[in-house]
């Protein structure tokens, strides 16, 4: 089952960073400015945030097998269609048609991870899944700029919208709900999997509300927004920036930008290691979870510092390598806060989690572009992003994943009664 996450987490990043490894050409093409390629940078955020709320409560209502199998097909559609684009108006219509099927995909599968991983293995899980999409961020560059080379760019979108379609092949044949249905599941196995965690499957009710799961989930929301505005610089801006501000050809580009996001695949896979190692050392959950997310966003903030001053290449990019590391410590134990506060309704959470990261890559792009376009220079991204760094460091400690949700609602009661009484 990892496996099938790891993969989808990979597509899922392959597709939504392509535009940005095949925003030279496209943009020389399209005669776009930076602003505008902001734009449609942009679009993909609206649509991904409605749709983390909508998905996560559809994957906990009627299960993420049926969830993502709808997402698949979305989001392989919407790749196909960005290779056929004709101007803005068409690229930004298929950006927000990939917001849609992506952003329920990434809620789903954290209800499916809840399903199927132990909460002991869940921060190792999201760690090694969200290393994948990492993966897929630096497979990318390289991979489009074969592309382009061979054909063109707009062959990279259908090569990879082809990619998806297969995938979700798999998915269809091989997932199934729980362990219990799985008809590879040995005894053995099942006494080490969780029971479901999950509300009945076509029930409308919903175990806790909406505000209380938010309430435990508002600080976690506004630390991820804030890494997640950082992130942005190399999701959606990292090749560009290497032909922009440093002068390099696209091949180098490609070569540099790859570099980075290699990074980020072991800071991934690192975080959540490292958090499940500490939990099983200490028990003590507030350390695992806060306590990485913290040491996470300072050394981002550390490391971007150089990147404002340097002149050098390989300084930079060593530099952005490491920043990039340590941001992406944050991603395994971050998306363990939904399942840890809130196992029953996970989708939910994190589709709330992923909300505020989508706020996020609504307004940066447009932001940053601006900024390019307006002075020239990439210091004030960068400036922004060591900022918004220091907001998310303070916000952490209040993540408090230790407290759950059925706490606060029994805390709650408590008081009632107390009252009554």
């Known amino acids: 089952m990892l496996i099938i996450f790891c993969a989808m987490s990979f597509i899922l990043y392959l597709d939504r960073v392509n535009l940005a490894a095949a925003a030279g050409p496209l943009k020389a093409e399209l005669g776009l400015t930076n602003t505008q390629l902001g734009i449609a940078f942009s679009a993909f955020g609206y649509t991904y945030a409605i749709f983390q709320l909508v998905g996560g409560w559809v994957a906990d209502r009627f299960g993420a097998r049926r969830t993502i199998i709808a997402c698949g097909l979305i989001w392989a559609v919407a790749t196909v269609c960005t290779g056929l684009i004709g101007g803005l108006v068409s690229l930004c219509l298929a950006r927000l048609l990939l917001g849609i099927g992506e ?4 809620p789903a599968q954290a209800r499916a991870i809840t399903n199927w991983v132990p909460k002991p293995k869940r921060g190792m899980a999201q760690g090694l899944t969200h290393s994948f999409s990492r993966l897929g961020n630096a497979v990318a560059p390289p991979l489009v700029a074969i592309l382009i080379a061979w054909h063109s760019w707009r062959a990279s979108f259908i090569v990879v919208g082809i990619l998806s379609a297969l995938w979700l092949v798999v998915w269809l044949v091989y997932f199934k709900e729980t362990p219990e249905e799985h008809a590879g599941v040995s005894p053995e196995e099942m006494a080490l999997l969780p029971r479901r965690e999950s509300v009945q499957e076509g029930s409308s009710a919903m175990p806790h509300s909406w ?42 580009s490609a070569l540099y930008s790859s570099g980075v996001f290699f990074a980020g695949v072991l800071g991934d896979l690192t975080g959540g290691v490292v958090s499940d190692w500490i939990l099983r050392r200490t028990g003590r959950l507030a350390l695992a979870r806060q306590g990485v997310i913290t040491v996470s966003l300072l050394g981002g903030l550390i490391f971007f510092i150089p990147v404002l001053i340097s002149h050098d290449v390989v300084t930079i990019a060593l530099c952005l390598s490491a920043a990039f590391f340590f941001l992406e410590l944050t991603i395994g134990p971050i998306w363990a806060v939904p399942m840890d506060v809130s196992p029953k309704t996970a989708g939910t959470a994190s ?18 572009g601006l900024m390019i376009d307006m002075t020239g220079s990439w210091t004030l991204p960068f400036a922004g992003a060591i900022g918004f760094l220091i907001i998310g ?16 609602e029994q805390k709650k009661v408590t008081a009632q009664q107390s009252l009554v009484g």
């Open 393 to 408: 460091i303070i916000l952490t400690q209040w993540i408090r994943p230790d407290i759950t949700v059925e706490h606060l």
């Open 103 to 106: 952003g329920a995909a990434l």
């Open 211 to 252: 505000w209380t799961i938010l309430r435990r989930m508002r600080a976690t929301i506004g630390v991820y927004f804030c890494m997640v505005w950082s992130n942005t610089l190399f999701f959606s801006w990292m090749p560009i920036f290497f032909m922009q501000s440093l002068n390099l050809d696209i091949k180098s």
């Open 351 to 368: 589709g709330m989690l992923n909300f505020g990261a989508a706020m996020a890559t609504i307004v940066s792009p447009i932001i940053f």
